[in-house]
């Protein structure tokens, strides 16, 4: 006969802020429309700042965040340093992240570390860029 538990989980009806002080700016303590939050292997938190142009991280429970994707000015780009309002940021287990790049139609992968990026799926001006 094999037991059976049942879980019943609740979720704590009052929010606390993790990330963002509540008014939209570029500081390293804000936000402007974030639109998406995911969580790496470590527990930092990355969110795609849409209309900075950049992905933030934050550690576990730090108040500021680096700018990991983007050029870090707040004015969206083209280059392979640059992004003009992403969308998403998955982190794979080796470190590695991929960003939707919604603007500029492309899929961008920073290896762990780098600066820049390289462009893994979408097109760069009129080159359709092919992976196989």
Do not use: C
């Not at 429309?33 to 938190?45: E, F, G, K, V, W």
């Not at 950049?54 to 969206?76: C, D, E, F, P, W």
Request: proline letters at 2%; zero cysteines; charged letters at 10%.
């Amino acid at each position: 006969m094999f037991a059976v538990s049942i879980v019943e989980l609740r979720w704590n009806k009052t929010g606390i802020t993790v990330a963002g002080i509540g008014i939209a700016g570029n500081g390293s303590n804000q936000l402007n429309t974030p639109i998406d939050a995911s969580l790496d292997y470590q527990n930092s938190l990355y969110i795609a700042d849409r209309n900075n142009h950049r992905i933030q991280k934050y550690l576990m429970g730090a108040s500021y965040a680096t700018t990991v994707a983007g050029n870090g000015s707040g004015i969206g780009g083209t280059s392979l340093n640059a992004l003009l309002y992403p969308a998403q940021a998955l982190i794979i287990s080796n470190g590695d992240m991929f960003v939707t790049d919604t603007y500029n139609h492309r899929i961008l992968k920073w290896s762990s570390g780098s600066s820049s990026a390289v462009v893994v799926a979408g097109v760069t001006g009129r080159l359709q860029i092919v992976v196989n």
